[in-house]
């Protein structure tokens, strides 16, 4: 339902080499204005680089990189039009609270008085009220992390940089930050840009996210499709879990794909279902562990139904994980289901009826 | 047990033979007796108030402080540049580079006087408090770059890029952070340089010409007997200054490395 935003950062092509390396390998992206992006991939694959690129701190070697319209080439960091907030929060330790987060108004023609006011709202903003007249480096981890956030926000740029900032935060304060900074993103309405490793994090927290596999873009989507209909195999194995089977194109036509699965038989797909990406070995299916479901006495399957064995239980609290080895196929699939009251944990070995359903997989070929 | 006991005696031996000739100084500068032994004769600052009226005293003294703080002043702002590049930009050569500028640090001292002795001669350069400036800052200038090294590398590099991402320049940034952060550094390399160059004696003693240092003045007095106590009087206050400036320069040092949140990888002291 929402109207498609104008664009406030726009990725042409860009490529980037480090002596011989070839860290960004051809990005052709927009991020519009307003949205909370994340840059997805595994250690190593160019997110930071990409971001540095959009800050500034990193020239390009060959392509274009746009914000608001405007091309950046020749635009050093100071006169770009946004602010980042760095992995090690780069809080300058000689100065107070209050320094740091008033640090990027000293250029601002404003009367003293009304920039003591800025900083004050700006401190209130990220829930450090009354923290201004701390020495910056006694703060903890979250502190510091809220300064940072000030800090960049201070100054109402188009675009804020984070550089996986959650990632020094243990889990609880993690998951709380999460929650935080969406809400600050609604509040200001501010385009923000995240790095990040942690897939849920990104699934979490942005209206689209791009997965980067070794300098180059995977899938660029909103969580939920990157979830259900993640494009390739690398994406599906990166984001979540996915059961994945042999499987063997029959019959094909504009619409629809015809595929046959051992142990689950023929099966007859939609146009949508089918992504390329299979990494050139021949054609697979994916299930995700939720779209199984192992049946209990007297319960109907919606769609098919099969049989197969309990090989492994893990148990979570409010979730089990099983593995189940079907009549017919070579490897288990892992199933999750939520532990509803008065539903009993099955044990190893147990026969057991699945429910599935050809509409919740995906076809790689 | 046994081996603490060991380790204990080992300790007191070292130290004993590391300080009682130090201890001695203060005992024969206020010793009334111009010989130099046991038993001591009685207590005078006579040869406190006979230093001070020493005129060459004096001008050696004065020799020595313009020369030591120019050195200080001198191989600190070189040890600043060389430290900021060596920790931040990749040059070619660079570990060549670096060798060579700190090679100074472990070239014996009489070697180095010689062959400026040799070169300022054979250019013509008349011998005064300048050449041994030039001579000081030679040395001084390795203890300087390690010094500040240490500081320049316990900064972060993402405060520089935070402050150009707040709007500041270059310039700027080196004034507003980077200075900031490593002033306890400057401030300790000034003060150890400046003990260096203090009771610096080799170089002095061959580039000075005809305007003695204090090292070189004391040298020349132990010719005369009557001198010595005299001297005594005045290593004591070498001995307190010295031991001042570099307690101050290490105070320097461990809380820069404090304040950029870094950890101590060990300095001079
Ligand atoms: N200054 C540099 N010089 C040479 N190579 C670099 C430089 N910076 C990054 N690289 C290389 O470029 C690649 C991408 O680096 P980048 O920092 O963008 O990765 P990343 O996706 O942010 O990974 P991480 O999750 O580990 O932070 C890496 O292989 C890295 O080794
Ligand atoms: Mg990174």
Redesign the pocket.
């Known amino acids: 339902m929402t109207i498609e935003k104008p664009e406030m950062i726009e990725f042409r092509d860009v490529h980037k080499y480090?002596?011989d390396?070839h860290?960004l390998r051809g990005i052709t992206a927009s991020i519009r204005a307003g949205e909370f992006f994340s840059l997805l991939?595994p250690?190593?694959?160019?997110?930071?680089?990409?971001l540095r690129t959009i800050a500034g701190f990193e020239g390009i070697s060959s392509g274009a990189v746009l914000i608001d319209g405007k091309n950046m080439a020749g635009v050093p960091a100071n006169k770009r039009p946004t602010n980042m907030v760095f992995q090690s929060y780069a809080i300058f330790p000689h100065l107070t609270v209050e320094e740091n987060v008033g640090f990027g108004l000293r250029r601002d023609p404003r009367s003293k008085d009304e920039k003591t006011r800025a900083v004050a709202e700006a401190l209130e903003m990220v829930g450090l009220k009354g923290y201004g007249k701390r020495a910056a480096h006694a703060l903890s981890g979250g502190q510091r992390q809220r300064v940072a956030l000030a800090r960049a926000l201070i100054l109402k740029p188009k675009v804020l940089l984070l550089d996986?900032p959650l990632s020094a935060l243990d889990k609880k304060i993690r998951e709380q930050m999460q929650l935080e900074l969406i809400r600050l993103q609604r509040e200001v309405g501010i385009t923000f840009v995240l790095?990040t490793?942690d897939q849920e994090e990104a699934l979490v927290m942005s209206d689209r996210i791009a997965v980067m596999f070794e300098g180059e873009i995977a899938q660029l989507a909103d969580p939920e499709t990157l979830y259900r209909r993640p494009a390739s195999r690398k994406v599906a194995d990166f984001i979540g879990t996915m059961n994945f089977l042999p499987a063997k194109v029959v019959a094909e036509d504009a619409n629809h794909t015809d595929v046959e699965v051992a142990g689950f038989g023929r099966m007859h797909l939609s146009k949508d279902q089918v992504m390329a990406g299979n990494g050139g070995e021949g054609a697979s299916v994916g299930f995700r562990p939720e779209t199984l479901t192992i049946l209990f006495d007297g319960q109907q399957p919606t769609d098919r139904e099969s049989m197969g064995t309990i090989t492994e239980v893990v148990y979570y609290g409010d979730m089990t994980y099983y593995d189940v080895k079907l009549d017919g196929t070579e490897e288990p699939m892992r199933i999750s289901m939520r532990n509803v009251f008065g539903r009993p944990v099955l044990d190893i070995g147990t026969r057991t009826r699945v429910a599935w359903s050809p509409g919740a997989l995906v076809l790689f070929r | 047990m046994f081996k603490g006991g060991w380790f204990k005696l080992y300790a007191l031996v070292y130290l004993t033979f590391l300080y009682a000739p130090i201890i001695l100084l203060p005992l024969f500068a206020f010793n009334d007796a111009t010989v130099i032994a046991f038993p001591l004769s009685g207590f005078t600052t006579h040869w406190f108030t006979e230093m001070l009226a020493d005129p060459t005293l004096k001008q050696a003294v004065k020799n020595s402080l313009i020369i030591a703080v120019s050195s200080a002043v001198i191989a600190t702002t070189l040890g600043i540049f060389a430290s900021r590049a060596s920790t931040r930009y990749e040059f070619p050569a660079k570990g060549g580079i670096m060798g060579l500028i700190m090679l100074p640090l472990v070239l014996p001292e009489i070697i180095v006087a010689v062959s400026l002795l040799v070169v300022l001669l054979g250019l013509g350069v008349n011998l005064s408090i300048l050449t041994v400036i030039l001579g000081h800052v030679l040395i001084c200038t390795p203890f300087t770059i390690a010094i500040l090294s240490s500081a320049f590398q316990s900064l972060d590099k993402s405060l520089e890029e935070a402050a150009y991402d707040l709007g500041e320049t270059p310039a700027s940034t080196f004034r507003l952070i980077i200075l900031p952060l490593v002033m306890p550094g400057i401030i300790s390399s000034l003060l150890i340089s400046f003990t260096i160059s203090l009771d610096e004696f080799i170089i002095a003693f061959f580039l000075a010409g005809t305007e003695p240092t204090l090292p070189v003045y004391i040298f020349s007095q132990f010719r005369f007997p009557s001198a010595v106590p005299v001297i005594m009087a005045l290593g004591t206050i070498l001995v307190c200054l010295s031991i001042l400036l570099l307690t101050i320069a290490e105070i320097f040092r461990r809380r820069g490395i404090a304040k950029s949140g870094g950890k101590d990888t060990g300095g001079f002291l």
């Open positions: 480090y002596g390396y860290a991939g250690s190593g694959c160019g997110k930071t680089t990409l996986e790095v490793h």
